[in-house]
């Protein structure tokens, strides 16, 4: 006898359709969720977290090819995962609203997402 635990198929199917709604959230996000953050801390940020280093380390030059807007990332809300996943990878320590700083940051100088 099989004493494996199995999730419900309605459990699967709603931690699932949960999944795709979150998803489907983030990518909907526009710029207006940059709108009031302080930009210089986010330049701030930038500087203490090292990115242009990194970023340079990964890329060449002065690492700014990182930055492609139409590839990788389309909408604002992609933009500020993308600095999250940065933030979880070398585990910075950044707060979710120093997250959206840099990601304001971003989307003013290579971005310009609306």
Same mark, same amino acid.
């Given at each position: ?34 709108? @009031?953050? +302080?930009?210089?801390?986010?330049? #701030?940020? /930038?500087?203490?977290?090292?990115? %242009?280093a990194c970023h340079q380390?990964? !890329? @060449?030059? +002065?690492?700014?090819?990182?930055? #492609?807007? /139409?590839?990788?990332?389309?909408? %604002? ?5 993308? !600095?999250e996943q940065c933030n ?21 100088d290579y971005y310009q997402?609306?």
């Amino acid at each position: 006898m099989n004493m494996r635990a199995r999730r419900p198929p309605a459990a699967s199917m709603g931690i699932a359709l949960a999944a795709m709604c979150l998803v489907a959230v983030v990518r909907a996000q526009g710029a207006e969720i940059f709108q @009031g953050v +302080d930009l210089k801390q986010g330049e #701030k940020l /930038m500087a203490e977290s090292k990115c %242009a280093a990194c970023h340079q380390k990964k !890329v @060449g030059g +002065d690492g700014s090819a990182i930055y #492609k807007p /139409m590839e990788r990332i389309g909408t %604002a809300g992609q933009l500020r995962g993308m !600095v999250e996943q940065c933030n979880t990878e070398l585990n910075l320590g950044l707060f979710p609203e120093e997250v959206t700083a840099i990601a304001a940051v971003l989307n003013r100088d290579y971005y310009q997402f609306k």
